[in-house]
């Protein structure tokens, strides 16, 4: 029974990820007001969960009112910083979060091994979150490396940094995931929402682009303009 559970919530990801994603990168494709209404609904949606878990919480006032207000705070300036980035930049993020997804929850149900966080995520392992990193990387940069642009020359040190990159905003986008189990625990559910089949609710899908477009915010105020030429795929 437990078995078959389990392997029909797989199905459920990975249908609904079958859709949601091709969907979702076809209206950022788009861009203009398509990506305007999605990022709208996707912002109203996540601010719904949250505050539904924080008002519904067991907590006493002020930590539902500190829990409420920081909860928001995080999620509107995510979801705020992720509509200033030009469709490249969305695409991109959004292709390294779900092959970080991918890569940590292939990586991790075949090698298994020692837990990462386990009394935030009993199900994580090392193992997982090394092999969502590596996949991530070795997909964008050989994409961009190996099938960009005919005879583009590229320095060492445009390497470092785009390699650098890669791995911190992969390894921040499972650190979004971590904080959402954390968040989680502290309610005491199991998932945000029932929105999504297999995943949740929709702040279960998206732990990690908040983290990601809140890294890459952090990464394009430091590096200003120069950050945008190390994520391209392509080097368009």
């Known amino acids: 029974m ?10 459920l990801r990975l249908i609904s990820t079958l859709v949601l994603f091709p969907l979702g990168v076809f209206i950022l494709c788009k861009s203009g007001h398509y990506t305007d209404v999605l990022l709208a609904i996707v912002t109203v949606l996540s601010l719904h969960e949250w505050i539904r878990l924080c008002l519904h ?4 006032a002020l930590k539902k009112l500190v829990w409420l207000t920081s909860g928001t705070l995080y999620i509107f300036y995510a979801c705020y910083l992720f509509w200033t980035f030009n469709a490249d930049m969305q695409i991109y993020f959004s292709v390294l979060v779900c ?12 090698l ?16 997982g979150a ?3 990193v590596i996949l991530t990387a070795v997909v964008l940069l050989g994409i961009r490396y190996f099938f960009g642009e005919a005879g583009q020359k590229h320095s060492p040190k445009e390497f470092i940094y785009t390699s650098g990159i890669v791995i911190f905003l992969s390894s921040m986008a499972q650190a979004g995931d971590l904080l959402q189990s954390w968040c989680k625990r502290q309610f005491g559910v199991k ?3 029932k929105l ?3 995943h949740g609710g929709i702040l279960d899908r998206l732990d990690g682009f908040f983290a990601v477009s809140l890294a890459a915010g952090l990464i394009l105020y430091i590096l200003k303009q120069p950050f ?7 080097n368009s």
């Open 2 to 11: 437990h078995l078959t559970l389990k392997k029909n919530n797989f199905l």
């Open 57 to 60: 919480s067991s907590m006493y």
């Open 99 to 110: 092959l970080t997804d991918i890569g940590g929850y292939i990586v991790g149900r075949w």
């Open 112 to 127: 298994k091994g020692p837990k990462l966080a386990v009394k935030i995520s009993p199900n994580k392992t090392w193992s």
């Open 130 to 132: 090394l092999g969502g």
């Open 191 to 193: 998932d945000s929402g």
């Open 196 to 198: 999504i089949p297999g």
């Open 228 to 234: 945008y030429k190390y994520i391209y795929i392509l």
